[in-house]
């Protein structure tokens, strides 16, 4: 089938679960399209070998791939440019994870002392990866769908803005209100970043009776299966609205 799309959710680090994933997805090629939703890093032990691997897909299957910004690739250039250590230093967050993958240091291994400026700070992120997160767009669209990483936000008359006219687009990274879930209508929205768990599990059409997988409400499909958080990852293909999954 030609212009397929495939929309992976939020991969955290887990670079088994994604080469799972793709394993059991079927093989695409030039008229195939694969989007990434954003959060390729922190903690999962891998993102060095996600981010890699990410970047390497266009070129190992020859199909078209986009990168979206997530909100953990937006938060270390934060880190980076001006600093921000109410990011890092939260366990939740992972960012510990991500500076043992940069620096192949076990999974375990104990900060020394040396290492506090370059996590704070972000340095042990390679150049050309700094790039790469700064180069990341914030929504891409095609026939079938809208995708962002987070969502969209509505304005003071209630109505819910376009990617392309949102006069925030950090908004699209780390929005995360019910409301947009229940009754956001327009052209089909796939997003991540909000736990499918998290979300009323009784407007999902999707397996309604496992509050754990996709999430597929009547205009919006979330595909943060937790993935890095003890979940799994999942992918979505359009438009048949086929489901693949790690677990």
């Not at 376009?162 to 209508?185: K, M």
Request: proline share 6%.
């Amino acid at each position: 089938m030609a212009g397929r799309t495939f929309v992976i959710g939020d991969i955290h680090g887990e670079i088994e679960h994604l080469r799972t994933l793709l394993s059991r997805m079927p093989d695409v090629g030039a008229s195939d399209t694969v989007v990434f939703l954003g959060d390729y890093i922190d903690r999962g032990p891998a993102s060095k070998q996600v981010v890699d691997a990410v970047r390497g897909l266009d070129r190992d299957t020859g199909c078209k791939v986009v990168c979206l910004r997530g909100n953990h690739e937006d938060a270390w250039l934060r880190v980076i440019d001006v600093g921000w250590d109410g990011f890092v230093l939260p366990p939740g967050n992972g960012c510990l994870a991500t500076f043992r993958s940069y620096r192949d240091a076990p999974v375990s291994a104990p900060l020394r002392e040396k290492d506090f400026d370059a996590l704070f700070a972000g340095t042990f992120f390679p150049p050309e990866v700094v790039a790469w997160f700064r180069s990341l767009p914030y929504w891409y669209e095609d026939e079938h769908a809208i995708y962002v990483h987070a969502g969209l936000v509505a304005n003071s008359h209630g109505e819910y803005l376009h990617p392309a006219v949102e006069p925030s687009p950090i908004a699209l990274l780390w929005t995360r209100t019910e409301d947009f879930f229940r009754h956001y209508r327009g052209k089909r929205v796939i997003v991540g970043h909000t736990h499918t768990m998290d979300l009323p599990n009784e407007l999902s059409t999707h397996t309604v009776d496992d509050p754990t997988d996709m999430w597929a409400g009547p205009c919006v499909t979330a595909l943060d299966t937790g993935c890095g958080r003890d979940g799994f990852l999942t992918a979505l293909e359009l438009p048949s609205m086929r489901v693949y999954e790690s677990r």
